[in-house]
C-alpha cells in the first residue's frame, strides 16, 4: 500500500479570523482597522489583512496603525448602513450551518500544546501541564484561567450572556427578541471551562506554521478527544498553543493570536475538509516572545502573562459571540469598526481608561490580566457585565459542588474555594454548616484551617443574595495522624516477570521473553507492534491510589525501534493515558512516535498526583500503520506513592 504523506490540509476555515495588535501600551486599537476591507471593497494596503483576507479583523502593530490612519485619511470608510446605535453596534449575521453563537450549553476548551519544542513534560503544583522549555509558564497559566472562568462570581464573561443564534433572530438584528427560550442564548459559564489538555510531541511544530496546518492540528485534537461527531463540537473550542521561539502564521510584527472554524474558503486552498463536523479553533502563538508588542507589562508589572492572557480570553470570547465566523455577532455599520468582533471593538485600551483592560480574579485559580469586550446593551466596552437571564423565572443560586474531601489530623488544608453563581448577577456571601472542627469558611467561600478531630463529615455550603440562595452538600473524611501513606509500588507484576499477563490486561502476543527485544531487566517486556501492518496493541492495569497519601508518580522504561526512516513524520504511535473508573480518558500524559527511535530504553516518569484518593487505569496503547514495522517495548513500570 502507497504511504501518502501527512495529510494536506483541505483548507483552513477562517471566516472571521479575529488577530491580537503588537500595538503599544495605551494605543487604543478599536480606532486602527479600518481598511481592511471597507464596505466599497478597497483595501488598505498597510493593513495586516492585505493580501491575507482570511485574518479579519486583523490589528496593526503601531508602525502599520501610523501608515494605515494616514492611508484611511485619504481613502473615507463608507458611510454606516442599517439600524444601529452607534458605530460599534454589532449585527448578527445570520448564523453559518445552523451556528451563530456558543448557545445551548457551555463551552468546553481544549488546549492543544502543539511540538514537541515545548520540552519535557512534567506537572505543577496546581495538577497542570508543565513544559520545560516554557520559561514563562505559560501553560500553566492558560490551564488555570480556563479553570476559572465562571467561578469566584466573576462577571467578566458575563458579558457573552446577551448574544444569541437561532431561529427568531433574524439576519442584521441588533438585540436579541426577549421570546427567545434560554437555549438559543450563550449561558453564563459557571464553574470552569476547561475539557481537556493534550501535549502533541509525536511532530515538532513547523518554525513557522500555516494556517492549513494549525486548522489540521485542531482536527487531530478533534479526534484525540474523541469528539467525532458534529454534536461533539457544537460547544468544543481548540486552543492550539505553539511554542516558544515559533512564528505560526507569521504573527511576529504583525499581530498576537487569531480564532477561526475549518469550514472558511477564504485560506489559500479552501475549507478543510471535516469527518467531525463543524470546529472551532485559534492559533495562539507564544506571544511573550514579541514582549510589551503583544502585551507583555499592560496591566501588570512585570506583567510577563498579561498578553498572553488577554490574547486567551479576547479570542475566547469571540469564539463564543461568533463560533463559525462571521455568521455571528460582527459589525457591518461601514464604519472604522466594520468587521470587527465584540474583543476586537474593545482591544488595547488602557488599564484605567473606560472599558480598559484590568484584572480578573478567578477566585483560588488566581487573578489575569483581561480586556473588555462591546456589549451592545450597554452600548460600551465591558470588563464587567451583569448575567443576562433568558425565559422569565425567579432568580436562582447555583453552588458548584466541590467533590469529596479528605484531609489528616493536625495537617493544614490550605484552601478550598466554593464558587457559586446568582442569575441576577449579584454578589453572593457563603455560610457552611457540618465543617470538621478546626475549619472555617469565608463570607466569600473560602474554607480554610487545620482539622482537629478525626471522622467522616457531611457538609453544607450555601450561598445568598439576600433574597435567593442556593446550597450543595459533599462529604469531607478527616483521617487520625498515624494512617497517613506508607511508601509503596502499586502496580502488580511490573516488569512482566511472572511471565503472565495478571494483573495486566495485555492484547495476545505482547508479553514477550524473545531475544528479538530484549528486557530492560530481567526476562520479560510487553513488546507492542513491531508488525509493518496495520495494528493497534494495549496494556493496562488499574491501581487505587490512596487518599493519605500526598504524591503519586508513574515510572516506566521504554525502547523504540524502527524500520521508518522519515525524520518528519509521525506514523507510528504509543499514547500513554489515565482513564477514570468509568473508563473513560482523563488525560494523555504522553505521546511517542518513530521520530523518538533510539538503540536502547529511556526512561519516563509522570505526575499522578492529580488523581490520589481515585482509582484510575493506566493504559499503553501502540498503534501501527500499514507497512514499515515500530516496536514499542515497555518494561520496569512503577506507580510509586508516599
Known amino acids: 500500500m502507497h504511504r501518502v504523506p501527512l495529510r494536506a490540509a483541505a483548507g483552513l476555515g477562517t471566516a472571521a479570523i479575529t488577530l491580537f495588535a503588537t500595538a503599544a501600551t495605551g494605543v487604543a486599537a478599536t480606532s486602527s482597522t479600518s481598511g481592511s476591507s471597507s464596505s466599497s471593497g478597497t483595501a488598505n494596503p498597510y493593513a495586516p489583512t492585505y493580501g491575507h483576507p482570511y485574518r479579519h479583523g486583523a490589528v496593526p502593530n503601531l508602525a502599520q496603525y501610523q501608515k494605515q490612519k494616514a492611508w484611511d485619511a485619504t481613502h473615507p470608510a463608507a458611510a454606516a448602513v442599517g439600524a444601529a446605535t452607534g458605530p460599534e453596534t454589532l449585527s448578527y449575521g445570520g448564523g453559518i450551518d445552523g451556528t451563530g453563537v456558543t448557545s445551548g450549553a457551555k463551552s468546553q476548551v481544549y488546549l492543544v500544546f502543539y511540538g514537541s519544542q515545548w520540552g519535557t513534560q512534567t506537572t505543577d503544583s496546581n495538577g497542570n501541564a508543565k513544559f520545560s522549555t516554557d520559561t514563562a509558564g505559560a501553560?500553566?497559566?492558560?490551564?488555570?484561567?480556563?479553570?476559572?472562568?465562571?467561578?469566584?462570581?466573576?462577571?467578566?464573561?458575563?458579558?457573552?450572556?446577551?448574544?444569541?443564534?437561532?431561529?427568531?433572530?433574524?439576519?442584521?438584528?441588533?438585540?436579541c427578541p426577549a421570546s427567545l427560550p434560554a437555549s438559543q442564548f450563550v449561558p453564563y459559564q459557571s464553574g470552569g471551562v476547561l475539557a481537556g489538555v493534550w501535549y502533541d510531541n509525536s511532530v515538532a511544530s513547523p518554525s513557522t506554521a500555516s494556517g492549513h496546518q494549525l486548522g489540521q492540528e485542531a482536527l487531530n485534537a478533534a479526534h484525540h478527544?474523541?469528539?467525532?461527531?458534529?454534536?461533539?463540537?457544537?460547544?468544543?473550542?481548540?486552543?492550539?498553543?505553539?511554542?516558544?521561539?515559533?512564528?505560526?502564521?507569521s504573527y511576529q510584527g504583525q499581530y498576537c493570536a487569531w480564532h477561526d472554524y475549518n469550514g472558511d474558503s477564504t485560506l489559500t486552498g479552501g475549507a478543510i475538509s471535516s469527518d467531525v463536523g463543524d470546529f472551532a479553533f485559534s492559533n495562539q502563538p507564544y506571544n511573550i516572545d514579541s514582549g510589551s508588542g503583544c502585551g507583555v507589562g499592560f496591566v501588570n508589572s512585570p506583567g510577563t502573562t498579561d498578553g498572553y492572557t488577554i490574547t486567551l480570553g479576547h479570542e475566547w470570547h469571540e469564539t463564543l459571540s461568533d463560533q463559525n465566523p462571521a455568521g455571528g455577532?460582527?459589525?457591518?455599520?461601514?464604519?472604522?469598526?466594520?468587521?470587527?468582533?465584540n474583543s476586537d471593538e474593545c482591544a488595547w485600551l488602557s488599564p484605567g481608561s473606560s472599558g480598559g483592560a484590568a484584572n480578573v480574579s478567578f477566585g483560588s485559580f488566581g487573578t489575569y490580566a483581561q480586556q473588555a469586550s462591546w456589549s451592545n446593551d450597554t452600548n460600551s466596552c465591558a470588563i464587567s457585565h451583569p448575567i443576562v437571564q433568558h425565559g422569565g423565572g425567579a432568580e436562582t443560586v447555583t453552588v458548584t459542588n466541590p467533590g469529596s474531601k479528605s484531609s489528616t489530623v493536625g495537617t493544614a488544608i490550605g484552601t478550598v474555594q466554593i464558587s457559586a453563581t446568582d442569575s441576577a448577577g449579584k454578589s453572593l456571601t457563603y455560610s457552611a454548616t457540618g465543617l470538621p472542627a478546626g475549619l472555617s469558611i469565608s463570607s466569600s467561600g473560602a474554607i480554610t484551617g487545620t482539622p482537629t478531630t478525626a471522622g467522616t463529615y457531611n457538609v453544607t455550603v450555601t450561598a445568598s443574595s439576600g433574597?435567593?440562595?442556593?446550597?450543595?452538600?459533599?462529604?469531607?473524611?478527616?483521617?487520625?495522624?498515624?494512617?497517613?501513606?506508607?511508601?509503596?509500588?502499586?502496580?502488580?507484576?511490573?516488569?512482566?516477570?511472572?511471565?503472565?499477563?495478571?494483573?495486566?490486561?495485555?492484547?495476545?502476543?505482547?508479553?514477550?521473553?524473545?531475544?528479538?527485544?530484549?528486557?530492560?531487566?530481567?526476562?520479560?517486556?510487553?513488546?507492542?507492534?513491531?508488525?509493518?501492518?496495520?495494528?493497534?496493541?494495549?496494556?493496562?492495569?488499574?491501581?487505587?491510589?490512596?487518599?493519605?497519601?500526598?504524591?503519586?508518580?508513574?515510572?516506566?522504561?521504554?525502547?523504540?525501534?524502527?524500520?521508518?526512516?522519515?525524520?518528519?513524520?509521525?506514523?507510528?504511535?504509543?499514547?500513554?493515558?489515565?482513564?477514570?473508573?468509568?473508563g473513560t480518558v482523563v488525560a494523555t500524559l504522553a505521546t511517542y512516535s518513530n521520530l523518538n527511535k533510539a538503540s536502547g530504553y529511556a526512561s519516563h516518569s509522570f505526575s499522578l498526583t492529580p488523581y490520589i484518593g481515585q482509582s484510575i487505569t493506566l493504559k499503553f496503547t501502540g498503534t501501527e500503520d500499514s507497512s514499515l514495522q515500530t516496536s514499542f517495548v515497555l518494561d520496569d513500570t512503577s506507580v510509586s506513592v508516599s
Not at 497559566?141 to 443564534?165: H, P, R, Y
Not at 461533539?232 to 502564521?249: E, F, Q, W
Not at 442556593?470 to 511508601?487: H, K, R
Request: glycine residues 10%.
Open 139 to 175: 501553560a500553566g497559566v492558560a490551564q488555570q484561567m480556563f479553570k476559572g472562568i465562571g467561578t469566584n462570581n466573576e462577571l467578566w464573561s458575563a458579558d457573552l450572556t446577551q448574544w444569541c443564534d437561532g431561529a427568531g433572530v433574524s439576519t442584521g438584528a441588533t438585540s
Open 467 to 582: 433574597t435567593a440562595s442556593g446550597s450543595t452538600s459533599f462529604s469531607w473524611t478527616v483521617n487520625p495522624v498515624g494512617t497517613g501513606c506508607t511508601a509503596a509500588q502499586l502496580f502488580g507484576n511490573p516488569g512482566f516477570e511472572t511471565g503472565s499477563a495478571t494483573p495486566w490486561t495485555l492484547t495476545a502476543g505482547v508479553l514477550n521473553s524473545s531475544s528479538s527485544e530484549p528486557a530492560h531487566s530481567g526476562s520479560w517486556d510487553a513488546w507492542m507492534d513491531g508488525y509493518g501492518t496495520t495494528h493497534t496493541d494495549s496494556v493496562s492495569q488499574k491501581v487505587t491510589i490512596p487518599s493519605t497519601c500526598k504524591s503519586a508518580t508513574l515510572g516506566f522504561w521504554l525502547h523504540i525501534d524502527s524500520a521508518e526512516t522519515t525524520t518528519t513524520t509521525a506514523f507510528d504511535k504509543v499514547t500513554v493515558q489515565v482513564l477514570n473508573s468509568s
Open 329 to 341: 455577532w460582527t459589525n457591518h455599520t461601514g464604519s472604522s469598526f466594520d468587521g470587527q468582533e
Open 225 to 249: 478527544f474523541g469528539n467525532t461527531t458534529a454534536a461533539a463540537n457544537r460547544h468544543a473550542y481548540y486552543v492550539i498553543l505553539s511554542p516558544k521561539g515559533t512564528n505560526p502564521d
